[in-house]
């Protein structure tokens, strides 16, 4: 059974930066896809960005895709989501997730492991 671990949220102002990041304990990540997803106060959760096994290229969505980038280290068994040019609306509670295929989807429902999620809160 696999664990994962978020830890890098917080408060922080507009144009601030942040890097998430989400560590499995109990399986390795190599061979899986991963996704940061998120999650407001009366809003759906959302995909935010995903990569996948070796040769997948990792992919953030649309509304953030020129300000947040997702990465892994296999030997740290860690993925990544770093987080630039914050503003109000990216605050939510952000969740990693795990999907046991080699390639990432944006829908939630295909992921099997989730993590407990941090709070990111970005004041104007």
């Known amino acids: 059974q696999v664990q994962l671990v978020e830890s890098g949220g917080g408060l922080v102002r507009a144009g601030d930066s942040l890097r998430l990041a989400c560590t499995a304990f109990?399986?390795?990540?190599?061979?899986?896809?991963m996704g940061w997803f998120r999650q407001a106060p009366g809003k759906e959760r959302e995909f935010v960005a995903g990569t996948g096994g070796t040769g997948s290229v990792p992919t953030s969505a649309y509304s953030v895709e020129d300000r947040f980038t997702i990465s892994r280290d296999n030997a740290k068994n860690t993925v990544y989501l770093e987080m630039n040019n914050l503003e109000p609306e990216d605050s939510a509670v952000y969740y990693c997730?795990?999907?046991?295929?080699?390639?990432?989807?944006?829908?939630?429902?295909?992921?099997?492991?989730w993590g407990q999620g941090t709070q990111v809160t970005v004041s104007s």
């Open positions: 109990g399986s390795t990540l190599s061979s899986y896809a």
């Open positions: 997730a795990r999907r046991r295929k080699p390639y990432w989807t944006r829908d939630a429902a295909d992921f099997d492991s």
